[in-house]
């Protein structure tokens, strides 16, 4: 899925972003048996070891999608060239609208006629389907290809999860991924240049502070719309990375044992969030306003900042061209390694009633090759490998790739809170509102967030 465990009800869009992983040579032609191979996975069908060989016979494969518009053609543009290298497969793109996709994929994947493969996203899908055993372990396909040794640990731990499908970036790996997401500032380029305002942010205070520029000349500093309270949901989580260690975000979404949200940067980033509510950093009517009418207030010319992810880009550069700028979020301190809220996009996973595993696996190592980086971005994606490679003549597009690099040099991804828990979401969004009303205290909410956290794990323990 995209970073939302949600039905994405975002309209069309280019969903570009994340960042790249670090790359090392890949061996796409290797044909190495499982005896090589120590992570025992069998496949389901034939209960044979698993191989890189690609029978010669007829083979059709279906993949699972609610990818739309560009995005949905460059699966099809790949598709297509691997069925020119590879005449006797078939590869059949089955889409399905995202809410019927949320409802209805565990149910599906339970059928004999099950997708061989299925956009997979992290916790909410994968966890149950690795619980009922309908996909299989990608450990021997990671050994056969290296896969691990080419993406960087930070980009496939969400892919990993326990045996009981509970804990996320524990166990084996389920997915693999080819596309990341960010979140960041994005700005109106005229608007920060009449201002006065410098983009390179150093750290927090420094952003205030031009919000604080920008709330004197009239203008709002922050636009969005909160009114289904994901947007909102997003400006916190990327503030919490500016102010919280990453590897605490990253282990509260993985559940690991002892962990506790409840610090004093945490609730730091939730009395940050609030006081800039405060502040008139935001507009009357923030929260009584839609998602898409926020974006289109934003690219209409309104406020002169978007905290957003990736999946707005193709959106705002669509209609601002030349006067879309982006940044990175800064951290508090100056010194601190840059981080971003996000990771990857949807990992796609092989179903347990394949029959054909192989095949299904190596057309996951063809798309996470370097040259297909090109083909993923004119789809509205960033490749994880390879998106140094990418040519663009939009300044947004090449500081958005910059962005990514600077991620991936010093793995500062730190995930997406809503992978925690199945439930997390419904928490965290409406508590959030609450805060940014003033009926929530900081210290509160973020205790709130924590108990879901217990709730849920405590239960597994």
Not at 135 to 159: K, M, N, Q, T, V
Not at 225 to 230: E, K, S, T
């Amino acid at each position: 899925m995209n970073h939302n465990p949600v039905p994405d009800t975002r309209p069309t869009r280019l969903r570009l972003g994340g960042r790249r992983a670090v790359a090392l040579v890949a061996s796409a032609g290797l044909a190495v048996s499982l005896a090589a191979c120590t992570g025992g996975q069998q496949n389901t069908a034939s209960n044979e070891p698993a191989s890189t060989e690609i029978p010669t016979d007829p083979v059709e494969l279906s993949l699972w999608t609610v990818q739309i518009g560009p995005a949905q053609e460059a699966l099809q543009n790949l598709i297509d060239e691997y069925e020119e290298l590879h005449p006797n497969v078939t590869i059949n793109l089955e889409y399905t609208e995202s809410a019927a996709f949320s409802d209805t994929f565990k149910l599906r994947m339970s059928e004999q006629d099950a997708p061989d493969l299925i956009e997979c996203s992290q916790g909410n899908y994968m966890g149950p389907l690795v619980e009922a055993g309908l996909i299989i372990s990608l450990e021997p396909y990671d050994e056969l290809y290296g896969w691990s040794d080419r993406i960087a640990e930070g980009f496939l731990g969400p892919s990993r999860m326990s045996d009981d499908g509970r804990s996320l970036g524990a166990g084996q790996l389920y997915g693999l991924p080819f596309a990341g997401q960010l979140t960041g500032l994005y700005y109106n380029r005229e608007k920060v240049e009449e201002l006065g305002i410098d983009t390179d942010f150093e750290t927090i205070d420094e952003f205030t502070a031009a919000l604080d520029t920008a709330k004197e000349a009239g203008e709002t500093g922050l636009m969005f719309g909160n009114l289904d309270g994901d947007p909102g949901k997003n400006v916190w989580e990327q503030v919490l990375s500016g102010y919280e260690d990453k590897q605490i975000q990253r282990e509260f979404v993985q559940g690991k044992e002892g962990t506790d949200l409840v610090t004093d940067k945490a609730i730091e980033s939730v009395e940050q969030y609030q006081d800039w509510g405060n502040q008139g950093y935001f507009y009357d009517g923030v929260e009584g306003t839609s998602r898409a009418d926020g974006y289109a207030l934003f690219t209409g010319g309104e406020g002169v900042f978007a905290l957003d992810g990736n999946y707005v880009h193709g959106t705002y550069s669509e209609a601002m061209g030349d006067n879309l700028g982006f940044t990175l979020f800064p951290r508090e301190n100056a010194a601190d390694d840059p981080q971003a809220n996000g990771a990857t996009e949807k990992p796609y996973c092989i179903s347990s009633m394949s029959e054909n595993p192989d095949v299904a696996a190596n057309f996951l190592d063809f798309i996470a090759q370097e040259d297909k980086a090109q083909v993923l971005w004119d789809g509205g994606f960033v490749p994880l490998l390879g998106a140094d490679s990418v040519v663009s003549d939009l300044p947004a597009d090449e500081e958005l790739l910059a962005a990514w690099q600077t991620l991936s040099d010093v793995d500062g991804m730190t995930y997406h809170l809503g992978w925690a828990t199945p439930s997390f979401q419904s928490i965290e969004m409406p508590n959030l509102q609450e805060v940014l009303a003033n009926r929530m205290e900081p210290e509160a909410f973020v205790e709130s967030l924590q108990q879901n956290w217990e709730e849920f794990y405590g239960a597994a323990r």
